[in-house]
T-cell receptor, first 111, second 113 residues
Framework: TQLLEQSPQFLSIQEGENLTVYCNSS?????LQWYRQEPGEGPVLLVT?????EVKKLKRLTFQFGDARKDSSLHITAAQPGDTGLYLC???????????FGKGTSLLVTP | NAGVTQTPKFQVLKTGQSMTLQCAQDMNHEYMSWYRQDPGMGLRLIHYSVGAGITDQGEVPNGYNVSRSTTEDFPLRLLSAAPSQTSVYFCASSFLQGNTEAFFGQGTRLTVV
């Protein structure tokens, strides 16, 4: 199993603050995905990064794939209460099919 | 377009009972999988399938069986429920090729007493 380590595990901030969460591994990935999960729901895909050094933006969210394709970060600018949720990174296993997930970062944004 | 549908949403079982968690998708996805989610443990893969008639084990397969007789359905069977199987179970599906999006159901919250 390719281990994906996410940090921090928990994050509680006030509305308007910026934050960065990380996803690290010792393995090289062909691609990496970020999902957000809200309470009582299944995870929903935010972005897929494929190329080393790639940066993708989704409104106030900025995703970066490390040059060596072993790590990724998610930066949120001016966080809002609607950003509250569990952020999960995921990568395909060596079989090429199954997705492995990190343990996630639980984000709480208070007004 | 229903996406991925899981039933039931909630279930309470007694230790030793068996049951089947249902999962159906209407997107013609080849790949389907089951995960369990426990506090602090993230999503752990139980079993997966790359097409009808083909299944394989994930990280935590013990105590669970699966079969894939059709493209649409991928049921998860608990053979003899144990309290350690108390968890939230998610079914997911995706196309098989490349870096495609996994679509998840809303989950089944199972409690074994």
């Amino acid at each position: 199993t390719q281990l994906l380590e996410q940090s921090p595990q928990f994050l509680s901030i006030q509305e308007g603050e910026n934050l960065t969460v990380y996803c690290n591994s010792s393995s090289v990935f062909s691609s990496l995905q970020w999902y957000r999960q809200e309470p009582g729901e299944g995870p929903v895909l935010l972005v897929t990064v494929v190329t080393g050094g790639e940066v993708k933006k989704l409104k106030r969210l900025t995703f970066q794939f490390g040059d060596a394709r072993k790590d990724s970060s998610l930066h949120i600018t001016a966080a809002q209460p609607g950003d509250t949720g569990l952020y999960l990174c995921a990568a395909t296993t060596s079989s090429g099919y199954a997705l492995n997930f990190g343990k996630g970062t639980s984000l709480l944004v208070t007004p | 377009n229903a996406g991925v549908t899981q039933t039931p949403k909630f279930q309470v079982l007694k230790t030793g009972q068996s049951m089947t968690l249902q999962c159906a998708q209407d997107m013609n996805h080849e790949y389907m999988s089951w995960y369990r989610q426990d506090p602090g443990m993230g999503l752990r893969l139980i079993h997966y399938s790359v097409g009808a008639g083909i299944t394989d084990q994930g990280e935590v397969p013990n105590g669970y069986n699966v079969s894939r007789s059709t493209t649409e359905d991928f049921p998860l069977r608990l053979l003899s429920a144990a309290p350690s199987q108390t968890s939230v179970y998610f079914c997911a599906s995706s196309f098989l090729q490349g870096n495609t999006e996994a679509f998840f159901g809303q989950g089944t919250r199972l409690t074994v007493v």
